[in-house]
DNA sequence: CTGTTAGCGCATTCAA
DNA sequence: TTGAATGCGCTAACAG
C-alpha cells in the first residue's frame, strides 16, 4: 500500500516527477525515468485510482441499465459495450433493472453521485415511466425502439418484422398467428406494426384471435403454442417476436401432436445462438447486438467526451436468417 | 455540482455538521439536521462517492472473474451476487475472462489499484495457472471443483455426477456415453470420477471410446452426438456434462434419425431454464447457483470485514431433477 | 526537465 | 453539540 511519495522518496525525485512518469513519460528524462521505475518496482507502487479519479472527477465506469441479463440477446450487447469500455479505459457497472424504476433510478443515482459518468440504457424508451433522458446525465440508448427522446443505436423493427412476416406470406401462409412480448412494450408495438403491414400488404384481413400477449419468455412462448394448439383452425405459422419465445412454442407444439414446420412454421426474432440447435433450427432475424453495444459505447464515450453528437438515431441493419422452422403453405 | 460546502452555507452551519448529519444524524441536534436538510434539498446536493470512498479507502466494490458471461448458469450466479451485494452497499465490476489469464490479471489489477475491495472467482480453480490466491486480495471462490486453496463455495460434483450416471444404470443402461469438458478443466475431472465411479460400482467397465471432449458449448454436444451416431454399437444413454451439451446432443442425434429419449437417452447437468423447454426436457441435476452466489458474496463481505472465517470449504447440496430425456434400457 | 504548492470533496480529529 | 483544521493520494499550474 505504498503511495506516490514513497516512490518519490525511493527515486530521490519529487512526487510531481513520479506522477508524471505516469502520465506523461516522454515529459520526463530518460535518466529520472528510469530511477522512478526501479522504484516503482522496489517498493511494490499501484498508482490509487481512487485517488486520481476523484483528483480527475471522472469515474471512469458507465453504468449499463440492462432489463433482464440472463437474456442472451442483452448478454451479446452487454459483452460489446464492455469491451469498447475497456478498451477506453472505462469499466461497467451492471444495473438489472426487471422493469422497476426503483431499481432504474437507484443505479441512475450512481451517476449523480459521480460514481460513474454515464448510462447505456437496454429498456426500450416509455415516455410516462422513463427516467431517461435526464438533465445533466449523458445517456445513450440502445437496442430500443422508434421514438427514444434522446441518443440512440437501435435497429428498424418496423421493417424487419414486416420482412419475416412477408417472408411467411411468400410462403403461402394466409393464417398467421403472433405471438408478442408485453402489449406496452415498445418493441412489441413495432413488431406489430410491421406484422399488420405486411399481412395488410397481401390483402390478409388481421385478427386479433390470432395475437397471443407473451413476454419474451420461454414460458409465455410455450403458452402462446397451446393457445394455438386449441384452435379448430389452427394458423399455419406463427411469429414469434423473439427465439426464446420461438423455443417455447415449437416444445407446445409438438406435445399437442403438431409438428414444426411440417403442421405449422414458426419463425423468431433476435438470432441467439441457440436457435440454431432447436429442433428444427428457428429462421429468424438476426438483430446487430455487438455491433450496437459497440457503436452505443463509443456514442456514449463522444458525449462523456464533451463532444455534440450530430445525430440523435442511429438505424442499424437487420439481417434475415434462414433455417428450417419454415415450410410453404400446403392447402 | 454543489459540494459539502455550498451546504454548509447556506444552512449556516459547518462542513462538519453536515457531513454528519449524513452519516451519524442522531449525533446533530434537530434543529442543524433541519436547517442542513433543507439546505441540501435546497441547493441539490449529492454527495461525491469518489470522494467518500477514497477518503475512506474503500471502493464499495467488488470484481467477480467470470469465464464466459453467455452461459446461463453463470448468470443465475452473477444475479445473486449482486443483489447480495446491492443490499449490502457494493456495487460489482464484472470481468469476462474467456479462459485468458491477460484478462484475468487485468482485472485483478483494479483491486490491486483500489479501483475494487476484492474478487469473487467463478472459474475452477487451477493451479499452475491461477492468479488466485494473491497476497493481500481479500478473495472467494465459487462454483469450483475440488481443491480450490483458499475460501470456497461449491457444490460436490462427483457425488452429484455419481449420481445421476447411476440413475442411468439403474435404469438398465450398460453402455453409457460421456460428453465431457475440456479434459483438464476441474469440473470435467469431477465428473468424470463420478462418472467412473457409478460405473465401476457396477461392475461396468470402464471404454475410452465412449469419452468425447466438448467445450460446454451447444456446438461442442452437437459434435458429440454425431460422434456417437455414428457407432456400429451405439451407447443406450449418454451423460452430457451440461445442459447446452446436452442440447446439442439431441439435436445431433436427431439429425441422425436417432430419436430421445426412445433411441438414446440423455442427462445433463446444471439445471438451466432451457432445460424444460427442448424436446425432450432434459433430466440433470441442479446445481444450486443463486446459493452459491448470495453465499460468496456474503463471505467475502465478511473477509473484507476483516473477519476470519472458520471453514475453508463450503459445499452446498446439489439436486437430482428428473424430466423425459432417459428410458428404460430395452435389450 | 524538475520541484513546490495548492486543492479536489469529504470524514475526522481536537477544542471549545 | 459544534466548528476549525488536517490530510487521504494524486494532478496540474507555476516557477525555476
Redesign the pocket.
Known amino acids: ?1 505504498s ?3 514513497a ?1 518519490a522518496k525511493k527515486a ?9 512518469a ?2 506523461n513519460p ?8 528510469k530511477k522512478v521505475m526501479d522504484a516503482v518496482e522496489a517498493v511494490g ?4 485510482m481512487m ?2 479519479n ?4 471522472k469515474a471512469y465506469a458507465v453504468v449499463v441499465l440492462v432489463p433482464d441479463f440472463a437474456n442472451l440477446f442483452f448478454t451479446k450487447v452487454i459483452r460489446a459495450i464492455q469491451e469498447t469500455a475497456i478498451k477506453n479505459g472505462y469499466n461497467i457497472l451492471l444495473g438489472e433493472t426487471r422493469d422497476s424504476m426503483e431499481r432504474e433510478a437507484e443505479y441512475i443515482k450512481l451517476v449523480e453521485t459521480r460514481q460513474a459518468d454515464g448510462v447505456i440504457q437496454l429498456s426500450p424508451h416509455t415516455p410516462d415511466r422513463d427516467l431517461l433522458p435526464h438533465p445533466h446525465i449523458h445517456a445513450v440508448a440502445a437496442c430500443g425502439a422508434t421514438g427514444t427522446p434522446y441518443t440512440s443505436v437501435r435497429m428498424d423493427h418496423v421493417a424487419a418484422s414486416f420482412a419475416i412476416v412477408n417472408y411467411l406470406v411468400s410462403m403461402g401462409h394466409k393464417r398467421i398467428g403472433c405471438i408478442t412480448g408485453l402489449e406496452k412494450n415498445p418493441h412489441s408495438i413495432d413488431r406489430l406494426e410491421g406484422y399488420k403491414t405486411a399481412l395488410a400488404q397481401a390483402g390478409i384481413e388481421f385478427d386479433p384471435e390470432l395475437l397471443f400477449e407473451g413476454d419474451f419468455t420461454m414460458s409465455s412462448g410455450h403458452a402462446g403454442g397451446d393457445y394455438f394448439a386449441q384452435f379448430d383452425n389452427i394458423p399455419s405459422a406463427i411469429f414469434c417476436m423473439n427465439d426464446e419465445m420461438a423455443a417455447g412454442a415449437i416444445k407446445a407444439l409438438r406435445e399437442n401432436n403438431l409438428n414444426v414446420p411440417q403442421d405449422v412454421s414458426i419463425v423468431g426474432f433476435d438470432d441467439l445462438a441457440f436457435a440454431t440447435y432447436t429442433d428444427p433450427a428457428i429462421t429468424t432475424i438476426r438483430q446487430p447486438a455487438e455491433e450496437m453495444g459497440k457503436k452505443a459505447m463509443q456514442l456514449l464515450l463522444q458525449l462523456m467526451d464533451g463532444k455534440e453528437l450530430n445525430q440523435q438515431e442511429y438505424i442499424l441493419k437487420h439481417e434475415f436468417v434462414l433455417r428450417e422452422s419454415v415450410q410453404p403453405y400446403k392447402g
Open positions: 500500500m503511495n506516490i511519495r516512490v530521490g525525485v519529487s512526487i510531481a516527477t513520479v506522477s508524471r505516469f502520465t516522454e515529459k520526463v528524462s530518460k535518466p529520472s525515468l507502487y499501484r498508482p490509487n485517488a486520481r476523484f483528483r480527475s472527477a
